[in-house]
C-alpha cells in the first residue's frame, strides 16, 4: 500500500497548476521537435536548461521529461503521414505507417500509434513506480567498489547496444572520460588539462558538450544535404481504427510495451533502442511476415508502445543510481545538480515530493498527449512545411543564447564551436557521439569511486571481483563483451540497426 | 599496404592522437602515484594508454578490413555556423543581444543553399523581438541589448 500511498503524494504534487503548466509545456514542446527533423531531445534540453534555473527542481524535471516523452508522439505523427521521421526513434514507423497512410488509413494508423503509446506510458509509469524504490533501497549499499564496477557495466552495455562499430564506440567512451576529467581534480586540487584557461578550471560544461556534438554538428549535417522536403500530406479522414485492427494490434502494444520497458532500463537503452528492436519482434512473430513494410498494424503499434515505453523507463537508473542511461538521462542529471540536488538513490528519500510528483507527471502528460495530439495533427504537420532555412538560424540562436547564459562568457560559445566541429568529424569517420557524453558524464564519477575503493582495498584490485555484486557488474559486463565478439551474436546485432540505414 | 578502410583509418589516427595526448600530458606533469593512492595523474594516463591502443587495432583493421571512404567535408556551412556561434558569443557582451543576434541569424544563413536578403532580414527580426521578449524582459537574463556607449 505504500506504493499508493506515494503516488498519492505524487500525484497531489503533479495536478498543482503551475506543475500541470509546466508538464503541458513539456509535451507541447516535446511533440513540436518531435514533429520538426533535424531538431531532438538532446539539443531542445539542452537548450532549455537555463530556463529551468528560475524553476522549482520539480517543474523544471517535469517539463525537460515531457519532452523526452513527448518527441515520441510527435515522431510518430510525421512518420506516418509524410514518411519523415521527426524522430530517429520513429523511423521503423515510416516503414508502416507510411503505407497505411497511401492506402488511406493514416487515421487509425495514427489512431493506434497514440492509444499504444498511451497504453505504453501507462504500464511503464507503473514499471518506475514499482521497480525504483527497491532499486534505490539496494543502491543505498553500494560502496565505491560497486559503483566502479556499475559504471564500467554500463559503459559497456551503452556501447553495445549503441550501434556502429563496438570498438570504436568503445575509443568514444574513453575520450569522453578523458575529457571529463578536465579542470580542477577534486582529491589534489591539481588543475589538469586546463592549459592556463581560467575558464577550464570548473571542467568542460557538458551542456556545451553535448549542443555542441548533437546540436550544432547536426545543423552542419543537414546543411550539406540538397534538395527541398517536399511535403504531401495526406488527408486524415476517418480517426477510428477497425475492429479487425484492434484485434491485430492488441498484442502488438502488449509486446512493445513489455520490449521497450526492458530495453529502456538497460544503459544505452531508450525510446531508439526499443523501437528497432520491437519492430523485428513484431516481424518475427507474425504469422503474415510478408505484410510489413506494406502497412501492417502490427508495425505501427508496437515500435510506438515501445519508444514510449522505453523512453520512460529510462529514468529508472537515473532516478535510482543517478547514473545516466543515455544522453538525455546524463541531461536530466545535469538540470538536477545545477539545481543543487545530488542524483542518487537518496533522492527518493531526501525527496519524495520529486520523485513521486515526476512519476506522476509521466502519466498525466502521456493523457495530455494522447488528447491533445489527435486534434491538432493538422497542425503539427503545417509545421512540416516550414524550409529549413527558416529553422535552422533560429535554433542556432537558442543555442547560443542556452549556452551564453550558462556563465554569461563568451568562452562557451566557443567551446560549443570547437565541440561541432569534433561532432562533425566523427560523424565523418562513423564515431558515435552517444557513448562521448555518457563517458563525459560519468568520468570524474568513475575516477572518484576507483580511487575510493582501491584506497578502502590498499591498492588491491581483486576487490572488484571479490566483493559480490561487484563481481556480478564485472562478470556481466565481460559476458556482454564476449557474446558480442562471437560471430553469430554479432550478425544479429548488426541485422537489428540495418533496418536503420 | 594500402588503407582499405579510410573511416577506420582517420578514426585510429584521431583515436591515437588524443590518447597518446592526454598520456603523455598526465605522465609528465601530474604526479602518477600508487594504486592505493591514486595520484591526479593516474586515471588520464592509463586512460589515454589505452585510447591509444584501440586506435591502433582500428587502425591496423583499416589496412585489412574493407569498409567506406570518408564523406567530402563541406567547409562552407561548417565554417559559417561555427563563426557564426563564436561571432555572437564574443558580441553579445560588448555590441549587445540585438546586433549579435542578427550577425549570427546573417552568418549562419550565408551557410545554407538559398540565400535571400529580405527573408534573412525578417527572420533576424522576428528571432529579435523573440529573444528580447522571452530571455530579456521574460527570463530577466542579464544581457544587454545595444553597445554600451548607446546605452
Known sequence: ?501 | MTIKSPKDFWAGLMFIGFGLFFAIWAAKFYQFGMSHSMGPGYFPTVLGGLLALIGLVVLLRSLAIHGGKVPRFHFRPLLMVLGGCVAYGYLIGPAGLIIATAVLVLVSALGGHEFRLKEVAILSLALIVFSVLVFVKGLDLPFPLWPAMFE
Not at chain 1, 510489413?292 to 529510462?314: C, H, R
Not at chain 1, 568562452?411 to 562533425?424: E, K, P, R, S, T
Not at chain 1, 559480490?468 to 562471437?486: E, K, N, R, Y
Open chain 1, 1 to 501: 500500500m505504500e506504493i499508493l500511498h506515494n503516488l498519492v503524494l505524487g500525484f497531489g504534487v503533479a495536478v498543482s497548476p503551475i506543475n500541470l503548466l509546466y508538464c503541458l509545456v513539456g509535451v507541447l514542446l516535446g511533440t513540436l521537435i518531435g514533429v520538426l527533423p533535424g531538431v531532438g531531445p538532446i539539443a531542445t534540453i539542452a537548450m532549455l536548461l537555463p530556463v529551468t534555473f528560475s524553476l522549482s527542481p520539480v517543474a523544471a524535471l517535469i517539463m525537460l521529461a515531457g519532452i523526452y516523452y513527448g518527441a515520441q508522439y510527435g515522431g510518430s505523427t510525421t512518420s506516418i503521414l509524410v514518411n519523415i521521421p521527426g524522430e530517429a526513434s520513429s523511423v521503423v514507423t515510416c516503414l508502416d505507417g507510411y503505407q497505411m497512410a497511401r492506402q488511406g488509413r493514416a487515421g487509425p494508423a495514427l489512431a493506434i500509434a497514440a492509444l499504444g503509446s498511451f497504453f505504453a506510458g501507462c504500464v511503464s509509469t507503473l514499471v518506475v513506480a514499482t521497480a525504483a524504490p527497491p532499486l534505490a533501497e539496494v543502491a543505498l549499499k553500494f560502496g565505491p567498489a560497486e559503483y566502479f564496477s556499475l559504471m564500467v557495466f554500463g559503459l559497456i552495455a551503452a556501447t553495445v547496444l549503441a550501434h556502429g562499430s563496438l570498438i570504436k564506440a568503445i575509443a568514444m567512451v574513453i575520450l569522453g572520460l578523458l575529457l571529463g576529467l578536465v579542470g580542477t581534480d577534486v582529491n589534489s586540487g591539481v588543475l589538469r588539462f586546463t592549459f592556463d584557461v581560467p575558464e577550464l578550471a570548473d571542467g568542460i560544461g557538458f551542456v556545451t558538450v553535448a549542443m555542441g556534438m548533437f546540436g550544432i554538428a547536426e545543423i552542419i549535417s543537414n546543411l550539406e544535404q540538397r534538395g527541398a522536403r517536399e511535403v504531401f500530406v495526406t488527408k486524415v479522414t476517418h480517426l477510428y481504427p477497425t475492429r479487425n485492427d484492434f484485434k491485430r494490434a492488441w498484442k502488438a502494444v502488449l509486446r512493445g510495451t513489455g520490449v521497450g520497458s526492458v530495453l529502456g532500463i538497460l544503459p544505452g537503452g531508450g525510446a531508439l533502442l526499443a523501437s528497432f528492436a520491437s519492430y523485428m519482434v513484431e516481424k518475427r512473430s507474425s504469422k503474415h511476415p510478408e505484410e510489413f513494410g506494406k502497412g501492417a498494424i502490427e508495425g505501427v503499434a508496437g515500435p510506438e508502445s515501445a519508444n514510449n515505453a522505453g523512453a520512460q523507463t529510462s529514468f529508472i537508473p537515473m532516478l535510482t543510481l543517478g547514473i545516466p542511461s543515455n544522453p538525455v538521462m546524463a541531461l536530466m542529471i545535469g538540470a538536477l545538480m545545477i539545481q543543487g540536488i545530488a542524483p542518487g538513490p537518496q533522492v527518493m528519500t531526501d525527496k519524495p515530493e520529486l520523485f513521486w510528483g515526476l512519476i506522476a507527471s509521466m502519466w498525466i502528460g502521456n493523457l495530455m498527449l494522447v488528447v491533445l495530439n489527435l486534434p491538432l495533427v493538422g497542425m503539427w504537420v503545417k509545421l512540416l512545411t516550414l524550409p529549413y532555412r527558416f529553422l535552422f538560424p533560429s535554433i542556432l540562436v537558442f543555442m547560443c543564447i542556452g549556452v551564453y547564459s550558462l556563465s554569461n562568457n563568451p568562452f562557451d560559445c566557443l567551446i560549443m564551436a570547437v565541440f561541432g566541429l569534433l561532432g562533425y568529424v566523427c560523424a565523418k569517420l562513423e564515431c558515435e557521439p552517444a557513448p562521448m557524453i555518457l563517458g563525459f558524464i560519468l568520468g570524474p564519477m568513475m575516477e572518484e569511486n576507483l580511487r575510493r575503493a582501491m584506497l578502502l582495498s590498499r591498492g588491491d584490485a581483486t576487490v572488484f571481483f571479490t566483493k559480490p555484486i561487484s563481481a556480478g557488474f564485472m562478470i556481466a559486463a565481460i559476458v556482454l563483451l564476449v557474446m558480442i565478439a562471437l560471430p553469430n551474436i554479432r550478425k544479429k546485432r548488426d541485422e537489428a540497426f540495418a533496418e536503420e540505414a
